[in-house]
């Protein structure tokens, strides 16, 4: 998929729905087709380093009992991310839902929809078969996580052009939006890595120290899972050719950020080209890293039911098995039951973490 | 409380300790005293309009069997906090936990603390005695919270003072940190008023419509419950001068956020007076709306059980049984067993909820 500006998206869905108006025009029966999003069509690709769908396709018709409703819903799903992408304004698929319920009025006994669990996947259809993301169908996803270093971020709010410097906006950072591709650039990259941090506590500290403009790196939160906007963002950066360094708790929770980061989702399979980045390599806290730092013997916990299953679940998956480091480490927690998080870093001193990550990165010690 | 900055924290901690070293200099039985934190000790006082500790004391010595623990753990913490303050840097609660376990290093078998759940109400100890905030002493709470609007923020980060301009953000706003009191000011604040609005794709709407412009508001989400820093920006702007209106979903969730804001919480009962702001009006959604905006019949979903039970022990607090407009709008939700979104009125059009915004505030329909 490629980045695609308002004209874009505009122009996709006329030509979907002139395909579709030809059809009925000609006595056929009106279609489309989507890449299936089933489990069994979504496939890891080693070679690619991430998830993504595989070669089948699916027919959604108008004349067909069983397809007939869905088809009629995705149309007018189409129709109000047509008007929305006119207008120039955004909404969710929460405030696309309460449009398509408003739209049929009080007097029509039947909704368009009865709850939004029936949209939500028809925009996912309309996402794939157009080849388009739902963010540039004007529709924002929830968004979270925040960014400082050196790159200047180019937003367009209203007629205006804003410049936003991500070395200025001092504790705080700049907060990642749903959408970082339709009138929104990214310059002055000058960046020597970009550097992803599970907790914002975490972020907060290395920010606080100046560290991003130390060493001259981009600094992200995902404060947490990161949001759709987020991977977004840490892909468009590794296509600038960006290193991208994840820094997480070695926890179950740690592990699949780091994952979803690197290899997608399942349930984002259909956008995994767009979103993951498999150059991005897993800086720790690592089981590993009490051999070269004494006092995290005394930092671990206890690893959870949670953190157990987690990883032997994780030893199964092909994507990870590959890796002989992951499989060490995973066994590491399984054999001796404990954990580490990252947090443990501010023992020695509030500013240990800086040296920690200087340090792993100059030895060159990260899991792939 | 006052606004307090890095010298005045440092100095309370000091003293702190001085009146402890002379209790032991004197030969007597080292103790403080804070105010107690007991649930009977939390009180709703009408006149002032939200949650706070009675005057019940309590008594921490050295020299009782049941407290000398606690009591020498309460000393590890303000010391480990003496020492962030001067400096100048921040952590977290889990980061100082992380600084105590480590202190002992691992020749001691006895750890000042095993677990954080054991130090936070020591932190709350520290806070309630020495009156101040935890933000004070250099210890971050989570933040969450977004602002746009005409307001500058005058930030300081490292040696550099920043000016952030927060109505130059963009589609992003500015994230509201944890502490916005200490070497951070609002200035060239022209609002008329605040508006809080309780979903951030709620805010994301009004946002992209230029809103805050248009009507001279300052625009916040606290993207769900109010985060403490977020609800203390609230009250500082309230004491500004500025009227503060909420704008939540007509359910449990929606209504809880606003009585946490206005009236503050049983847990932040003990800084109530920094965090609440009683002069907050719920603008909507309420099931009153729909008299007014007829589309809105259609839009209501059926209250779940939490709802429903909430509405009955909200009926019960004597903060909200005193306004009859609360016990009309609660016995609404009983009797019709129905609520509605926020989200709803994006319905007739994307910028409806503007309007809507506008109307409620020049009617001057609000709940109290």
Redesign the interface.
Known sequence: MTNTEGADSKAKLEEFASDIVSDISAGKNPKFTATARTRSNITYDAKKGYLSLGNAKEERSFLNVAQSKRFMQTIAIAAKCHK?VE?N????I??L???L??SL??DVDENIFNEQAESNPLIEDLEVSLNMRREDLNL?A??KG?LSGNVK?I????NEK?E?DAS????????????VDND?KFVDVKAKYVLVVEK??LW??LN???FWRKENIILISPQGQAARGTRRLIRKLADMGLPVYVFNDGDAWGWYIYWTIKTGSMNLAYIGSDIATPEAKFIGVTMSDIEHY??L???TMKASEVDLKRAQEMLAYPWINRHKEWVEELKKVLVTKKKL?Q??L??????FVDDYIRDKIKRGEFLP
């Open positions: 929305f207008e304004l955004h909404t969710t929460r405030g839902y309460y449009q319920k408003y009025g009080e924002n929830n968004r925040v971020i937003d367009t709010f209203g804003l936003i200025k906006m001092g504790r705080s950072g700049w907060a990642i939006p749903s959408d929104i914002d506590a907060q500290r606080e120290d100046g004494d006092f013997k005394n930092m998080e947090d443990t501010q023992g020695p001193r509030l500013t």
